[in-house]
């Protein structure tokens, strides 16, 4: 079973339509139990990083412990942002800290929010691209980005006139800044491959 | 780089998908939930879904139709009509909508952009703008609320600056004069809007052939394009739109 995380954010049910749409049983859940027996977890978000965190609570601890033992966790849109150690966005704000870097605004001097579809390059050893070839396009909408400083990351970016992060992988902890849910045929095959990677058991 | 999206949009009335001429004259044109899922399937880039029964009033139906859609759509898609409050806007996006669209209560609350973007972030706020050419003052236009029934003094540039500002993270156009006509976009309008603002501006209201999208693109600087009457009466499959524009140099998701 995944379970995908319910904390009063918007978006959590399209994320479990998709799963529902390739065979898989997700549940939306935020009973500590649910979670901590979960194949793997889903941390959706439409909502802005402050409010996201703080609608998180004391949530934010069980995710940590269920990541720090080694089972898939993938973090979705301000999901992933959350992976970080930190966001500027309307205050600062301390995010999960799962991945070494900091979650700011996306540069000026290009259209705020970035918000559409995107090329993602696909590096060949990210688990989440596998079977996708070398470049898919994948819907994104936001405003912050994050800048990544993990030396154990892998990380595929897509061009928004600079090199924007578009997912990382970390060990267990996966995360994209697009949305699957929302990316048609590619993003479908995205959670596929997570769920995949859950059923196989952590890397 | 961003693809320039299409955008099918789907007015709904009593449950069912219509379109009408100048916002008059409305013509059934299908089940949303069947219309949505088959747009979805064939590649389009978003779906805008606009209650168009509720044009004072929210209707909780809307809730209803959004969870349905949401089960076999795939593609962000944007839901409006009547949406007065911040708790009305989370109930949408928690029933599957990735971006709500707000026209006359931005207009009588304009406060109520910037309360949705610090909940939601911008990026979920989409300020819908019913535009007619002013009669006294040529070469502007006047913001209309009501679904276009009444409308204002506000000037529909300023407006779209001053909805920016506020924390509309995209503008969705739509030229009341162009509407249903199928005799192209109104571009002046569109360059005037997407000149005045770095947010995403979707050009809505005229679209009848390919070279329509391509206009709206290039001369109206539009990042996405919408139409009904020219996909919902098949006159264009979403392809022939997306290879015609590829192929003319514009970037596309195919």
């Known amino acids: 079973m995944i379970v995908v995380i319910d904390y009063n954010v918007g978006n959590v ?47 934010a601890e069980l995710i940590r412990e269920f990541a720090l033992n ?49 090329l993602v390059e696909l590096p060949e050893d990210m688990d989440l691209f596998a079977g996708l070839g070398n470049k898919k396009h994948f819907y994104f909408a936001h405003s912050f980005c994050a800048d990544i400083k993990d030396d154990g990351a892998k990380i595929a970016y897509t061009d928004y006139g600079f090199e924007l992060a578009a997912s990382v992988q970390k060990a267990n902890i996966y995360g994209t800044q697009f949305h699957p849910e929302k990316s048609g045929k590619a993003g479908l095959k995205v959670l596929q491959n997570f769920y995949d990677i859950c059923k196989r058991g952590a890397p | 780089m961003l693809t320039r999206r299409i955008i099918p949009c789907l007015d709904v009335k009593d449950n069912r998908v219509v379109k009408g001429i100048n916002f008059l004259n409305l013509r059934d044109a299908g089940d949303p939930v069947e219309l949505g899922a088959r747009y979805s399937d064939e590649g389009a880039d978003e779906l805008v879904f606009l209650d168009i029964t509720a044009t004072i009033r929210f209707r909780k139906t809307i809730i209803e139709l959004v969870e349905k859609v949401a ?15 911040v708790e009305q806007m989370d109930k949408l996006l928690r029933s599957g909508a990735e971006k709500v669209s707000v026209n006359t209560a931005a207009v009588a609350n304009p406060n109520l952009l ?43 540039v300023e ?85 015609y524009l590829h192929n003319r140099g514009i970037p596309m998701n195919l």
């Open chain 1, 13 to 59: 049910k399209s994320v479990c339509n998709a799963f529902k749409h390739i065979g898989c049983e997700a549940k939306l859940s935020r009973q500590a139990t649910a979670i901590e027996n979960a194949i793997g977890i889903v941390l959706p978000g439409v909502a802005a990083f402050g409010y996201a965190i703080n609608a998180l609570g004391s949530l």
């Open chain 1, 70 to 118: 080694c089972k898939p966790l993938l973090g979705i849109c301000v999901g992933y942002q959350m992976l970080f150690e930190s966001s500027s966005e309307y205050g600062q704000h301390k995010g999960l800290g799962l991945v070494s870097g900091n979650v700011g605004p996306i540069p000026p001097g290009r259209v705020i929010p970035h918000m559409g579809w995107n």
């Open chain 2, 71 to 85: 089960e076999n759509v795939f593609i962000p898609f944007t839901v409006g009509g009547g949406i007065q409050t």
């Open chain 2, 114 to 156: 910037a309360e949705a973007a610090q909940r939601f972030g911008n990026q979920c706020v989409v300020l819908a703008i019913d535009a007619r050419r002013s009669k006294d003052r040529p070469g502007k236009w006047q913001v209309c609320v009501k679904a276009g029934s009444e409308p204002t003094d506000i000037d529909v």
């Open chain 2, 159 to 243: 407006w779209a600056a001053r909805g920016e500002e506020l924390g509309a993270g995209e503008i969705l156009l739509t030229s009341m004069d162009a509407d249903g006509t199928q005799a192209g976009y109104d571009n002046e309008l569109n360059k005037a809007v997407t000149d005045a603002v770095n947010i995403p501006v979707i050009a809505s209201g005229g679209a009848g052939t390919l070279e329509h999208l391509y206009d709206a693109i290039v001369d109206g600087g539009a990042d996405a394009v919408l139409m009904a009457s020219i996909t919902h009466f098949e006159n264009y499959t979403i392809t022939q739109m997306k290879e």
